[in-house]
């Protein structure tokens, strides 16, 4: 099958990157993972959200896309399904899909905000979670109380605290089966600090003011789009943060983007290539997901813009944190970035 090259289009600026670096084609790899945001509305509207989620929104995906969905990842092979949001809890067929899913044996992934779990009805959520053995990923932007409500809005970081060790006397962050992975985003026009030393950092701070346990640490830039984007513009830092971004352009980063190894489902069934540009409605080239075909999704060329460069910048960047090892220079970066 021919594949489309950057010649045969419009070029953006990552585009001219990949050239410059000898990517020609810059297409999917693989579908391991399919990630479906399942609805927009959630119980906080935080600073960094590039979805622009907030209790206002009322988009939520159908059940009758949602069985869409798993067929999808059945045709293509995946392994996991990765269920996002606004807080995805509040989608009215969560839970149906979520046992649907574990009845055709994928692994269950739900990213979180934690604060729900605190508000009816679904305060049982960390037994129903505990007892599907669902793969949790949490936002805690932060293991410092000023930076997470700064960040995401008063009382948040204890109420977040709150869940996690209700999470913890579960078995979450302890037991193999029940794994609780944390999500740091910078407060400001930074890159994220080296992976493995924040995650270390969490553990010592977490775990002696509070007992807390979790699995693993994911560092995740924030892209210039939704709300970050518009901070960006009134403190007068958009333009020397997308020139950070530029600069530390990781080319080993590219082969393993997220956008080349999952599919996104929005959530009226639209197809794209990551949660990123599904915020900028940049769809893939691949239609609605009644129409999924994995051989034409695989073959498609990824939508590229600016933005892109968030995820190549020093270490990497995924929904699932880091893409490849990095040492002192990317937080030398981030601190002058920051200053």
């Given at each position: 099958m021919n594949l489309p090259i950057l010649s045969n289009r419009m070029e953006n600026s990552f585009d001219r990157r990949l050239r410059e670096a000898g990517e020609e084609r810059f297409n999917g790899l693989s579908i391991h993972t399919v990630q479906v945001n399942v609805g927009l509305k959630c119980n906080l509207a935080c600073h960094h959200c590039h979805v622009?989620?907030?209790?206002k929104r009322t988009e939520e995906m159908t059940w009758e896309t949602m069985e869409m969905v798993l067929r999808a990842a059945e045709k293509a092979g995946a392994r996991t399904i990765d269920i996002t949001g606004?807080?995805?809890?509040?989608?009215?067929q969560f839970r149906r899909f979520v046992d649907a899913a574990i009845a055709?044996?994928?692994?269950?992934?739900?990213?979180?905000?934690?604060?729900?779990?605190?508000?009816?009805?679904y305060t049982d959520l960390?037994?129903?979670?505990?007892?599907?053995r669902v793969h949790l990923v949490a936002s805690l932007?932060?293991?410092?109380?000023?930076?997470?409500?700064?960040?995401?809005?008063?009382?948040?970081?204890?109420?977040?605290?709150e869940i996690i060790q209700r999470l913890n006397a579960l078995g979450y962050g302890t037991r193999?089966?029940?794994?609780?992975?944390?999500?740091?985003?910078?407060?400001?026009?930074?890159?994220?600090?080296?992976?493995g030393a924040l995650e270390s950092a969490y553990r010592r701070e977490l775990g002696s003011h509070f007992g807390i346990r979790f699995t693993r640490l994911y560092t995740i830039t924030n892209l210039p789009i939704g709300r970050f984007q518009h901070d960006l513009q009134r403190q007068?830092?958009?333009?020397?943060?997308?020139?950070?971004?530029?600069?530390t352009f990781n080319q080993s980063t590219v082969n393993e983007l997220m956008c080349r190894h999952q599919l996104h489902v929005g959530w009226d069934g639209t197809?794209?290539?990551?949660?990123?540009?599904?915020?900028?409605?940049?769809?893939?080239?691949?239609?609605?997901i009644r129409d999924f075909d994995p051989a034409t999704f695989l073959a498609r060329r990824i939508a590229t813009g600016p933005h892109c460069f968030g995820c190549t910048a020093g270490a990497g960047s995924s929904c699932g944190g880091s893409l490849v090892a990095d040492g002192a220079g990317t937080a030398n970066l981030a601190r002058g970035a920051a200053g």
């Open positions: 622009e989620s907030s209790p606004g807080a995805p809890e509040m989608n009215p055709r044996r994928y692994e269950v992934m739900v990213r979180t905000n934690l604060t729900i779990m605190l508000e009816e009805p960390p037994e129903f979670y505990a007892a599907r932007p932060c293991y410092l109380e000023t930076n997470v409500d700064r960040q995401r809005g008063k009382h948040v970081y204890q109420e977040s605290v193999e089966e029940l794994p609780l992975d944390l999500v740091y985003n910078p407060g400001g026009p930074s890159l994220p600090p080296e992976q007068g830092y958009a333009e020397k943060y997308q020139d950070l971004l530029e600069r197809t794209y290539d990551c949660d990123f540009n599904y915020a900028l409605k940049l769809p893939a080239n691949a239609g609605h």
